[in-house]
């Protein structure tokens, strides 16, 4: 017989390595699983709506079909909402913040920032979206939680981790003791242990950026990407230009493989596009946690103090060599 480890059993062992944890974590975390099978099954169909004669029309509850991110972000809060281990959830779909005011959620330790789903561009065309989740301590104690409470520095992050609803669906996740991979088993509806300890490779070969707007990168930018087009045979280039589109996968696959994904400031993004609280910082925290180097150019991702929910930074991470490599090239041009 096989044996295997399911996400839920994997939780609760862990919870060991915190003594005084009540568990809320844990079940916190199981939380977001559960949420993440039933978009998973939602992401699964897309596609499906005009066949089935569903776009647009209404469905039984009474309204309209949902565009999926709207989907993803209402299940999530939904799950989070009935947990009751969540007090306010911050989400790319909410301009202000969600407090969770019910009786057994105002008093709960956690807040949730959250991109429901991230790549939601490469719906319609049957490519990688994902899921990204932050975890914080809240810092206030009673009474209803505030906004200083969710703007923290990704440092502070309890917990961080990752959905990519991919060819097959995993759940990347971190709680500051290393990373691990599950996948999802659609025959058992169990997320597996599959990815134990996942390591970012020191240097890799992969570079990630979005080239279409290489006028609009900066001096320093425009060099690293020469230097990675460049022929070496002992530093083995040139690398492979792999971009997705998708945050989610394009991490994922660097962090497998080695590389490194970089999303510069450019003169329509002066502050990069990728948003720091639930896009930046979970990753970084997950990244840093494999072994790898998230910055924003000038600084350590996890050391920024943010000041707003949606606040955008520029962000190269990936494999330790070589952010290290584009750091000298950032260097210099200051
Ligand atoms: P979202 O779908 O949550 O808005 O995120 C899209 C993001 C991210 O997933 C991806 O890395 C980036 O946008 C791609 O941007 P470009 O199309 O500008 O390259
Ligand atoms: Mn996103
Ligand atoms: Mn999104």
Redesign the pocket.
């Known amino acids: 017989m096989t044996t295997f480890k399911t996400l839920g059993q994997f939780i609760i062992e862990k919870q060991a390595d915190f003594p005084f944890a009540k568990g809320e974590l844990s079940r916190l975390l199981r939380d977001i699983g559960i949420a993440a099978k039933v978009v998973n099954r939602e992401v699964n169909k897309a596609g499906l709506g005009d066949i089935l004669g569903d776009a647009g029309q209404i469905n039984v509850q009474g309204e309209g079909q949902k565009k999926l991110d709207v989907y993803a972000d209402q299940q999530f809060i939904k799950a989070l909402q009935n947990g009751g281990e969540c007090c306010v959830v911050a989400s790319?779909e909410h301009e202000l913040p969600v407090f969770i005011d019910s009786e057994i959620s105002k008093n709960a330790k956690y807040i949730v920032c959250i991109?429901p789903?991230?790549?939601?561009?490469n719906i319609d065309v049957n490519v990688s979206v994902g899921t990204i989740f932050s975890i914080y301590r809240r810092d206030s104690v009673g009474g209803p939680a505030t906004i200083e409470d969710i703007l923290q520095k990704g440092l502070k992050q309890v917990a961080a981790g990752y959905v990519v609803y991919g060819s097959s669906t995993m759940l990347v996740y971190t709680t500051g003791k290393g990373v691990n991979g599950f996948t999802l088993d659609p025959s058992i509806g169990e997320f597996c242990l599959s990815h134990p300890d996942i390591r970012i490779p020191k240097d890799g070969c992969i570079y990630s950026i979005?080239e279409g707007n290489y006028l609009k990168f900066s001096d320093g930018v425009k060099k690293y990407i020469k230097y990675c087009e460049g022929e070496d045979k002992q530093t083995k280039r040139p690398y492979t230009s792999r971009y997705i589109?998708?945050?989610v996968a394009?991490i994922h696959r660097n962090l497998l493989l080695g590389g490194i994904f970089i999303?510069p400031a450019t003169l329509s993004h002066p502050n990069g596009?990728?948003r720091l609280m639930y896009e930046c910082n979970p990753i970084a925290f997950i990244i840093e946690q494999a072994g790898g180097k998230a910055s924003d150019g000038k600084q350590r991702i996890l050391e920024i103090e943010p000041t707003a929910l949606h606040q955008r930074s520029a962000c190269f991470m990936g494999s330790l060599d070589m952010v290290e490599k584009v750091e000298e090239f950032l260097a210099k041009e200051l």
């Open positions: 790319e991109d789903l991230d790549g939601s561009s979005n589109g998708s945050l394009d999303y596009k990728l």
